[in-house]
């Protein structure tokens, strides 16, 4: 989780507000200038105050290196669109109107704004901007930027922007200082929020560039930090900008306290993770079980210059699994989709594996209150009673469990059940091949996947699958390749997932909203078109307040659950890191936990001690 929402790449989903205002003494207003705006209430903080999270007295200076996760390589500095590869950290030179805590389930705070205004009917949002807020090229940021940052955005940013804000019309520049976003829709609570994470560029720079090109040109930003140095396929380092506008602000105290951020790029994970071991970086996300069980028993960890850490947080969990490409015929049936979940061994993973360390994902929003469990209540059936004739029958007679296994890597129950299902869909076995009844097409599908080290989850997959005669294939690609063929839907079967957030909103939209499944670029892997989903969506959105918006997304999560449009994998109850001791972080870790090595630089700090020393 990163305090920078903006960035809608990166970043959707992560935050999804709905809001009411509210001012310094906490009661709930509109028509008056505030500092915030919070999810159905008051913001945590009052004005002027830092976030309790932090350590506001944390000294500066000294480089945090971290590494480069998944992408090989790089060729844009523009995050903002579709093409190329990003550079690893480019948000961090940007800054948006407002910001979010760590702490509260949506909070948002002016930032480049100074206050904003929300109309009493709820028909428009104005921002009042700092006069200090500046570029990273010393000049002022106006309403005009303000502008210009929306329309091009919309116009020729990643598409998720378009439907993002799709119900937030042309803004009105008032003054030098003031800007105007009229709303189509007085009913959706959240459009002050959400437009409150636009990132804002420079029209003086922006404008005289081709926007939707890749560039190596180095941006002008007006965040705590600027790119100084970079080597393509190597590293990029980015150094404290000492004249950001913003470091004295109240809202930034223990913020950003690294002189210099250096991401190294590693192409193979077991490579990085031996230059972890030497000190080559600072901070490891482990995202292997039994790395975390047997991997660190070296010197640096024995010693102490080496400490593991497990941070728990109190955001959904990502719902990673294996995302079926409804654009193909062979999947549209939700009893194939149902089916292949079946033949999924969940529990032998777990036990040859994965040390028993994880749990099986049967939500979209495990484990939080928003997550379904039980059957529906009053108040959800009144929501879904509409919509019955387009959803799954079993929403309303059944709770959603996972099939489970004795953990012996052969679920014969599990796959006597997918093969009746696979019969009832039209599918029929043929000399130990699954084929389609009236076309005699052979059931056969290919896994796309960027890291080959997943194998080792696909193939006890495939070989359930083939007990059944379907055939499967993995075909591992470069970053490139990879985006490209996830931006044009061309891939049978990959892994993906969505990070929901305590505050679900319009986000959901470009998750699983009709609107959203054709579109090149899409966070709509799957191409779920479902008008069931879409209005709950849409309730969703419209939510007056918590107990409603808590109840909407229970409801979404039930049909969703019922479609099987991924075969949900499994997480860990907690984030598990490494780290090298130099390093330095808060006693107490907030509500949104760490989620990533990225997070230390917000709030992390190294040992005035070890500033300039060599592990």
């Known amino acids: 989780m990163s305090r920078k929402l903006a960035i809608v790449g990166a970043a959707i989903g992560v935050m999804g507000t709905a809001l009411l205002v509210s001012g310094p003494a906490g009661a709930i207003v509109r028509g008056k200038q505030v500092h915030g705006v919070a999810i159905h209430g008051e913001v945590k903080y009052p004005p002027n105050q830092p976030f309790g999270y932090v350590n506001v007295d944390a000294p500066k200076g000294g480089q945090l290196t971290l590494p480069n996760a998944n992408d090989q390589t790089f060729d844009t500095f523009n995050p903002f669109t579709l093409k190329g590869s990003s550079a690893r950290g480019v948000p961090m030179i940007f800054e948006s109107l407002m910001v979010g805590g760590l702490d509260e389930a949506s909070g948002s705070y002016c930032l480049i704004c100074e206050t904003i205004e929300v109309a009493p009917d709820n028909s428009w949002a104005e921002f ?45 520049v008032r003054d030098a200082q003031t800007i105007r976003f009229p709303f189509k829709n007085k009913n959706n609570n959240e459009l002050a929020s959400i437009i409150g994470q636009l990132t804002v560029l420079s029209k003086a720079y922006w404008s005289k560039r081709d926007f939707e090109a890749t560039t190596l040109d180095i941006p002008v930003g007006s965040g705590p930090y600027t790119i100084d140095t970079f080597e393509v396929g190597r590293f990029i380092t980015y150094k404290r900008n000492e004249k950001y506008w913003a470091k004295d602000l109240p809202l930034m105290r223990g913020h950003y306290n690294f002189d210099r951020i250096r991401y190294e790029y590693f192409r193979d994970d077991t490579v990085q993770f031996e230059a972890f071991k030497t000190g080559a970086y600072d901070i490891h996300y482990e995202a292997t079980a039994a790395r975390w069980a047997t991997g660190y028993e070296f010197p640096a960890l024995k010693d102490g210059r080496v400490k593991k850490l497990e941070v728990t947080s109190g955001l959904p969990l990502r719902s990673q699994g294996f995302t ?7 999947f549209a049936d939700r009893r194939v989709r149902e089916a292949m979940n079946l033949a999924f061994d969940f529990e032998s993973l ?48 059944q709770e959603f469990k996972q099939p489970v296994t004795a953990g012996l890597g052969a679920p014969r129950d599990n796959l006597l059940k997918a093969r009746d299902l696979l019969a009832q869909a039209g599918w029929v076995n043929k ?35 083939e007990r059944l005669g379907i055939k499967g ?52 892997l799957g191409g779920v078109k479902d008008g069931a989903i879409d209005a709950l969506i849409d309730i969703i959105m419209n939510a007056k307040d918590r107990p409603s918006l808590i109840t909407a997304t229970k409801a979404l999560d039930r049909v969703l659950q019922w479609n099987y449009f991924n075969v949900l994998h499994y997480q ?12 330095q972080h808060p006693a107490k870790f907030p509500l949104y936990g760490m989620g990533s090595p990225d997070a230390a630089i917000e709030y992390w700090w190294m040992d005035p001690k070890a500033v300039g020393a060599k592990p």
Not at 139 to 166: C, M, Q
Not at 572 to 583: C, E
Request: glycine share 6%; no cysteine; net charge neutral.
């Open 572 to 583: 860990p109850a907690a984030d598990r890191f490494g780290y090298w001791t130099k390093l």
């Open 350 to 397: 777990n036990k040859t594996l994965f040390y028993n360390q994880y749990q099986r994902l049967r939500s979209y929003w495990q484990p939080s209150e928003m997550e379904a469990k039980g059957l529906p209540s009053k108040d959800e059936l009144a929501l879904l009673e509409p919509l019955r004739s387009m959803i799954p029958g079993e929403v309303f007679t």
């Open 431 to 465: 000399g130990g091949a699954l084929v389609n009844a009236k076309t005699g097409e052979p059931f056969t599908f290919e896994v796309l996947l960027i890291q080959a080290s997943l194998d080792r989850i696909v193939l006890p997959w495939f070989q359930n699958l």
């Open 324 to 330: 079926f490409n409804l654009r193909r015929a062979k």
């Open 473 to 524: 294939n993995i075909r591992v690609v470069d970053t490139s390749q990879y985006i490209n063929r996830l931006n044009e839907s061309d891939f049978d079967v990959t892994t993906g997932g969505v990070s929901n957030s305590l505050s679900p909103g319009n986000e959901q939209l470009e998750f699983w909203g009709s609107a959203a499944a054709d579109r090149k670029g899409s966070r709509n």
């Open 128 to 172: 009042k901007l700092r006069k200090e807020a500046r570029f990273s090229d010393g000049t002022p940021i106006t309403a005009e930027d303000v502008a210009f940052s929306f329309t091009t955005l919309v116009e020729k940013g990643v598409p998720a922007y378009r439907v993002y804000w799709s119900e937030i019309d042309k803004p009105v």
